[in-house]
Structure formats: structure tokens, C-alpha cells
């Protein structure tokens, strides 16, 4: 059997083409940059002009997701409903506190319409949760109404069904 003298990449350096000094002179401010740095330079100026534009993206898109719809109920003694969205994450927790502030200031009495729930994660439970017990201590009544199985799911997970005032048999109902 012969051996072959090709070692193959065995000892090749893939990086090495990053320590090669740039040979362009168009860059009088760093003529010692390495292409490798001015590659890294170009790639955070788009990456930050990205950001910027996926920023503006997603706050207008997290805008329009997050938007609550509050209702008079007449058949509740004029009580506030509050309906909740399919998804509920960390994201629109900021505009549902908010919103809670605001019903907690001016009614006595409001409803959670929990129905459309299809993902819920833990700080909205937990958002719910200190609602309850501080409308409790307010002498107010927070009402979650038709939770979903999904909602009723995840607040057993998290042993929140209890406070939060689930019931199995109210899910489906709606």
C-alpha cells in the first residue's frame, strides 16, 4: 500500500484568509484592518439596520395583535368584559396590565372573557393571578368566564386554577 503524500486538510487553517491585511488603500482612516474586521463592520451596520426595521415591524404587527376589546354588558350590572386574544405572551403583557389598571380604578365588577385562548404562557397567568387577589383586597370582583381548555390546562400546570377561580365544567360552554 502507498502512501499519499497529499495530507488532505489535515493541518489546514480555514480561518487563515482573516489575518491577511486589507491591500486596499481606499481606506485612509484604518489602513491596518484586517478584511476580517471590515467584514464584521459591514455585517453589524446591516445587521443594525435590520434590527431597526424588524423593530418597527413587529411593534406595529405586536400593535395590532394586542388590541383588547372592552365591553359594557348590560346583563352584568353594567359590569366591564375584557376579552382576552388566541395567544397571550410576555409580549402583550405590558398593554393587558394596562388595560387591568384601568378596570381595576373604575369597576367593581369585570369579566374576562378567556374563550379564545389557544396559548397562554406563564406571566399572563401570573398577571391574572395578582389581578384576582388584588381586586380581592380592593373589595372587586374579577369574573374569568369560559376559559378555555388550553387556559384551564396551563393553570393547573402552574397550580393557578385554584386562584384564578377555574372551573372544568365552565370550559366549552361558549
Same mark, same amino acid.
Given at each position: 500500500?502507498? +502512501? ?14 482573516? !489575518? ?8 485612509? +482612516? ?46 352584568? $350590572? $353594567? ?27 373604575? +369597576? ?7 374563550? !379564545? ?58
Amino acid at each position: 500500500m502507498a +502512501e499519499k503524500e497529499d495530507k488532505g486538510l489535515i493541518g489546514f487553517d480555514p480561518l487563515a484568509w482573516m !489575518d491577511e491585511e486589507v491591500a486596499d488603500n481606499n481606506d485612509a +482612516e484604518n489602513p491596518g484592518e484586517t478584511k476580517a474586521e471590515i467584514i464584521v463592520k459591514d455585517e453589524q451596520a446591516a445587521n443594525n439596520v435590520a434590527i431597526v426595521d424588524d423593530t418597527a415591524e413587529e411593534a406595529s404587527a405586536t400593535t395590532t395583535e394586542l388590541e383588547l376589546t372592552v365591553e359594557e354588558s348590560k346583563e352584568s $350590572n $353594567n359590569a366591564s368584559t375584557v376579552t382576552l386574544n388566541a395567544t397571550l405572551n410576555i409580549q402583550g403583557i405590558g398593554a393587558l396590565h394596562e388595560e387591568f389598571l384601568k378596570l381595576l380604578e373604575t +369597576e367593581d365588577i369585570f369579566e374576562i372573557d378567556a374563550s !379564545d385562548v389557544t396559548s397562554v404562557d406563564t406571566s399572563t397567568l401570573q398577571l391574572l393571578a395578582v389581578l384576582k387577589q388584588t381586586a380581592s383586597k380592593l373589595g372587586k370582583e374579577v369574573i374569568i368566564d369560559f376559559p378555555s381548555d388550553k387556559f384551564i390546562e396551563a393553570a393547573e400546570l402552574l397550580g393557578l386554577s385554584e386562584i384564578l377561580g377555574l372551573d372544568q365544567a365552565s370550559s366549552g360552554f361558549f
